[in-house]
RNA sequence: GCGGGAGUAGCUCAGUGGUAGAGCGUCACGUUGCCAACGUGAAUGUCGUGGGUUCAAAUCCCAUCUCCCGCUCCA
């Protein structure tokens, strides 16, 4: 993984961001040729899911034809879209940590129960693990007082158990991990939103989010898609942009970073049919991987258990890719595919949700009245065709593009031994990037700055460089070129020679297979694109 | 946020109190001519940053930032 870092920095792909300033925790730069392999691996999304997308025919695996549309929604939005898709509360969070055990909790997810043995009262915790804290704290209990387990009878519980947030005084707590009392700090607040303030003379009343995710973007205007552009359910809608969190440990390189960049598609459908879309997402997604180059060794789907999975989710998959920097046998998640059903639009139609007796009912504060309330605006869907309204259900594929991108230059890192110009075995670095994310598609040599190479070099380079992103190359030997391009993951190489003077024909160099092969001048441009776009 | 390790040229690193170094890379010139060739020359550093100790600090001390590893967190 060193290697990976280090060459994404001398080559240009990746530098920590503010880096003269001794840069900026869980920020990054994406150079000259980082910014092109992120920019075309956009681009492939989105010509792969929206533009391209065959509306017509129903695809493999899907219950029928569907429309796709994008989307580009502010980064800064009402705050009550917040509140009303649960991330206002879900990331904001009262921490404690433990001194002794160095362990942090949430507050609100400690439980503990007053228990008195020996003179002395303490309020004895634990991070349940079961529906029965009871039976949690008992041995914690007897091991603080140092009881046995048929002394039991000698602690006196005073109550039944409850959260640690109804205690005040720490000094009486027994943390969850630790042998002493009062090895807890207070609690302190984390709060995973960006805040910022609207306006030149704003005050905390104006404060607002940097969206932590683009899909609530989505979701607020499914309304005036549906209004504006004549989809008809089933359809999708795609967003590509910037998102922001504050992680609380950035690590990994980019893997896990403050500021980062989202593809999502909220795509809407009948809750009848939802099930069979879920499956036929996730399939797709888990096989766009595989088709730019992801092994699938490397790759996987996992899909969430009953524990795991959203309260209001019926399904929900992660495509994860097994990471050089993460342990032997782990993998990172580069996508979720998640069957949200009616969730997010109910959301914003009626008030933050909760799950109550298994239905998702709206959350109401002490005062009877919604926690937070919903904008009222009807979410629901006329079908024409069979004259009925519902709320469509919602299949989810939100996929990370800093993450995707950090796994291909993963996957395509490589060492090789390739003949120098003895014919000896030397070492090679290549980025088997995929034709498709390549930075450059090709690069053109002359073989030699004489005999009128230069010039006839120079004339493909600018015929190529109006449809690709090409690169000239005339310094040094023409081997070292060849390297230098492998090292940026350049596909192929274009080299004019003495024969190329004699019958207008150039040698293209393949990257992965070293192999040679001569082409017309005039046949590069559709031999290219047969090569890159197949 | 806690504990451990690290930060010196674009990259990889050497340098334990006394003149700032190597290899690779970059650039120029010459030579060569299809897979990192060779020769000559050049550029690049307030040694992460800020304080302190000292006649003198890359080196010792303190603080701080960043990176890596382990905890912790991750709708």
């Known amino acids: ?110 439980v503990g129960r007053w228990v008195e043995s020996k003179g002395q009262k303490v309020f004895v915790t634990v991070m349940p693990e079961t529906d029965d804290p009871a039976t949690e704290i008992e041995p914690r209990a007897l091991k603080f007082f140092n009881l046995r387990a048929k002394q039991a009878d000698q602690l006196v519980y005073h109550g039944s158990h409850a959260s640690l947030a109804t205690i005040s005084d720490m000094a009486t707590v027994l943390a969850p991990d630790a042998k002493q009392l009062g090895t807890l700090t207070p609690p302190r607040e984390f709060n995973l939103m960006f805040k910022t303030i609207v306006g030149a003379m704003g005050t905390e009343e104006d404060a607002a989010f940097l969206r932590p995710e683009t899909a609530q973007g989505i979701f607020v205007n ?25 992680e609380i440990t950035p690590r990994n390189f980019t893997f896990r970073s403050r500021e980062f960049e989202q593809m999502e598609i909220e795509f809407f459908c009948s809750p009848e049919s939802s099930n069979e879309w879920y499956r036929y997402w996730r399939d797709r997604r888990y096989q766009w991987y595989l088709s730019l180059g992801l092994s699938p060794e490397r790759l996987r789907m996992r899909e969430h258990d009953a524990a795991e999975i959203a309260h209001y989710s019926c399904g929900t998959a992660d495509i994860e890719y097994a990471f050089p920097f993460l342990p032997a046998g782990e993998f990172g998640e580069l996508e979720g595919v998640a069957h949200r059903a009616d969730f997010d639009l109910r959301s914003h139609q009626e008030g933050k949700l909760v799950k109550k007796d298994g239905a998702l009912v709206v959350e109401t504060g002490t005062d009877g009245k ?96 109006k449809r690709f992103n090409v690169f000239f190359d005339d310094g040094g030997s023409v081997g070292k070129r060849y390297r230098r391009q492998d090292e940026a993951g350049t596909p192929y190489c274009l080299t004019i020679d003495h024969t190329t003077l004699q019958d207008q024909t150039v040698t293209i160099r393949d990257r992965d297979t070293l192999v040679q092969r001569r082409i017309s001048l005039d046949a590069v441009l559709p031999e290219l694109e047969k090569l890159i776009e197949g």
Not at 395 to 412: K, W
């Open 370 to 465: 919604p926690r937070h309330k919903g904008s009222g605006k009807k979410m629901d869907y006329l079908d024409q065709e069979t004259n009925r309204k519902y709320i469509p259900h919602v299949i989810e594929p939100s996929a990370g593009a800093d993450r995707a991108t950090l796994a291909f230059l993963c996957e395509a890192y490589r060492e090789d031994m390739a003949p120098n110009d003895k014919g000896e075995q030397e070492a090679r670095v290549l980025l088997k990037l995929h034709p498709r994310l390549a930075p450059f598609k090709a690069a053109i040599f002359p073989l030699f700055n004489k005999d009128g190479m230069p010039e006839v070099a120079q004339k493909l380079y600018l015929k190529l460089k």
């Open 1 to 110: 993984m060193d290697k990976i870092v280090s060459l994404c920095k001398r080559r240009g792909f990746l530098f920590q961001s503010s880096e003269i300033y001794g840069g900026l925790n869980g920020f990054w730069d994406y150079g000259p040729l980082g910014v092109e392999l992120k920019r075309n691996l956009k681009d492939t999304w989105w010509r792969d899911m929206v533009t391209g997308h065959d509306d017509l025919t129903a695809p493999a695996g899907a219950p029928q034809a569907y429309q796709m549309v994008g989307l580009d929604c502010s980064i800064i939005m009402h705050p009550q879209v917040w509140k009303c898709s649960g991330h206002y509360d879900l990331f904001h969070d009262f921490m404690v940590d433990c001194r002794e055990s160095k362990k942090r909790y949430r507050y609100d997810q400690v």
């Open 222 to 246: 499914f309304k005036n898609v549906v209004d504006s552009s004549r989809v008809k359910v089933p359809f999708g809608i795609a967003q590509i942009g910037k998102s922001f969190r504050n």
